[in-house]
């Protein structure tokens, strides 16, 4: 065996490295006691009962999830999420995707115009948050100026049962369309463009064209997007306590994290919101295999 | 390519970035110019506004400074060298990355309790030390340097250390600046450690304080808290004006498996 070999080659098989650890003890120590402990006490809790005035707690198998499956709230936060997932996926993803075609057409401008419609994806939740409740504010919001101009009556957008969780769809999809296009239009910069005029030369056009030749070719990076967006779909807090405060008139706008802020921190009942914390734990988690099935080619430079 | 083709996109984007940006820039308005004596002065008047943000402002600039470093330490680890347990880290590190921080909120304050550290500022830095994200985020960035690089400064007689402080940081700079705008803008919009681990006013965050008033007898307009958060969020705007195509990169490649193709 040659000498260099000997040197080049990394060790294939994971052994013990003293430096290894020394790198990332202070990353796992610090995640061991804010983020691992935390997220075991939390699956304990979901099989404990809680006292209320000692804490003492006592195994008491699966009746907290027994108790949340006959929960009112609990199906409607359920529905609520799926009802959000509806509005808020499809949206994002057409949104992501005309503005990503577009930036892709706009020449060396591309990466300016990337930048620009990413800002809120970077803004920090409280500012988006505010900005939005402000925008729908029945009073001096955006939404009602736009609606005078327009001659329409005044909506009060996020008080209205109905209007709430739409709302929050539309204020979450503006803050994610813009990560979506990223994803999207670095996918597209790699793809041949063989296949595109190929179309063109046999008289696909349009929508045709556009289903059967160009959305295929981003299948991954397109598939990628979705599922992202369905795990975000179920993460969505900050946005609906700052826009809703309680959670919407008569629930409408409870989703899952913030049943279980309402069970844990307001209504003291551990138990449940550590059942409803590990069953959104067990579907984003299965939603994270699923994404990192699906390798994505592309280059967001140039 | 005819020249209609290339026009027509570009007014079609600049519609709708109009309209994209027409919640930031009809704000903006109405906190700087249409009450420009008002807005910022009020905000910045109300009880405690000053504090609190001082206080978002350092939590957020110390947690970002740490995480970057100890998720450079620990992705460094994680994509350059091979030890037990890194299959199961990773995993782990993937996992919880994606869960919303606000369903931990009660083990948290639970953990914070039990530390002896409830209702202090340390409460509140602690536990944005370092996030699954900015390890993944930093494994993700060091995946693409070639591993022979750190092997030619191992042969050239660099210690474990050096080889980290000497060629990877400054490899890796461009995206831990990224990292860093990422960490402290979140860092400036937390809400769900600040709520399960603050109770006093005096050690309330911009977002508490904000929640506070929101709910008060007298809010102050929006408007004015809208003109204070947008003012910390100007230097994380710059930044990422300038660092936005390491922040996309990093993002796309720790977020799923962004295979990225070079020239």
């Known amino acids: ?302 | 390519m005819s020249k209609t083709c290339r026009v027509r996109p570009t007014i079609l984007l600049a519609t709708l970035s109009v309209l994209w940006m027409l919640p930031v820039a009809a704000v903006v308005y109405e906190a700087v110019v249409s009450r420009s004596v008002q807005a910022l002065p009020r905000g910045a008047a109300a009880p405690g506004i000053a504090r609190a943000a001082a206080i978002t402002f350092l939590v957020s600039l110390v947690s970002a400074v740490a995480s970057c470093t100890f998720g450079a330490m620990a992705g460094y680890a994680l994509s350059a060298k091979r030890f037990y347990g890194m299959k199961l880290l990773l995993g782990a590190l993937l996992g919880a990355m994606f869960l919303p921080a606000s369903i931990l909120m009660v083990p948290v304050f639970r953990v914070a309790a039990s530390l002896g550290i409830y209702d202090t500022i340390a409460a509140l830095v602690l536990p944005s030390c370092v996030t699954a994200f900015s390890v993944v985020f930093m494994k993700a960035v060091i995946d693409r340097i070639s591993p022979d690089i750190f092997h030619a400064a191992r042969i050239d007689g660099l210690g474990e250390s050096a080889i980290f402080v000497k060629i990877v940081l400054p490899l890796v700079r461009g995206p831990i600046i990224a990292l860093g705008v990422i960490e402290f803008v979140a860092g400036i919009g937390a809400m769900a450690v600040p709520m399960a681990v603050v109770d006093a006013p005096r050690n309330y965050t911009l977002t508490l304080r904000l929640l506070d008033a929101m709910g008060g007898i007298n809010p102050p307009p929006t408007a004015s808290l809208l003109a204070i958060l947008a003012l910390l969020a100007i230097p994380s705007v710059v930044l990422f004006i300038a660092k936005s195509g390491d922040i996309i990169s990093g993002l796309l490649a720790a977020l799923f498996r962004y295979e990225r193709v070079d020239e």
């Open chain 1, 1 to 302: 065996m040659h000498q260099d070999d000997l040197i080049f080659t990394p060790p294939a098989k994971p052994h013990f490295d003293p430096w290894a650890y020394a790198f990332v003890a202070p990353a796992v120590l610090l995640l061991a006691v804010f983020l691992f402990y935390p997220m075991a006490w939390m699956l304990l809790a979901s099989f404990q009962e809680h006292d209320a005035v000692t804490g003492a707690a006592v195994f008491s198998g699966v009746s907290a999830y027994v108790d949340q499956l006959h929960s009112a709230r609990f199906w409607r936060a359920i529905l609520n999420t799926i009802y959000f997932a509806g509005i808020y996926v499809p949206g994002s993803l057409a949104a992501g995707y005309v503005i990503a075609a577009l930036i892709n057409r706009s020449g060396r401008w591309r990466s300016w115009w990337r930048g620009l419609f990413f800002v809120p994806v970077l803004l920090p939740v409280a500012t988006a948050g505010l900005l939005w409740r402000w925008v729908y504010d029945p009073e001096t919001g955006l939404a009602r100026r736009l609606a005078e101009m327009a001659g329409m009556p005044a909506v009060d957008w996020l008080n209205e049962a109905r209007l709430a969780l739409p709302s929050i769809a539309v204020a979450c999809i503006w803050q994610s369309a813009g990560l979506v296009a990223a994803i999207i239009s670095s996918a597209m910069w790699v793809q041949p463009r063989e296949y595109n005029d190929m179309a063109e030369l046999d008289g696909v056009h349009g929508l045709a064209r556009l289903i059967h030749v160009r959305l295929p070719m981003l299948k991954n990076a397109l598939v990628v997007s979705m599922l992202l967006l369905m795990i975000n779909a179920q993460r969505v807090f900050g946005m609906i306590l700052l826009t809703t405060e309680d959670g919407g008139p008569a629930n409408w706008s409870t989703n899952l994290p913030f049943l279980v802020y309402r069970h844990g921190m307001k209504e003291f009942n551990f138990s449940g919101a550590s059942a409803i914390a590990t069953l959104l734990c067990f579907s984003i988690v299965l939603l994270v295999v699923l994404v990192r099935r699906y390798p994505v080619e592309g280059r967001e430079a140039g």
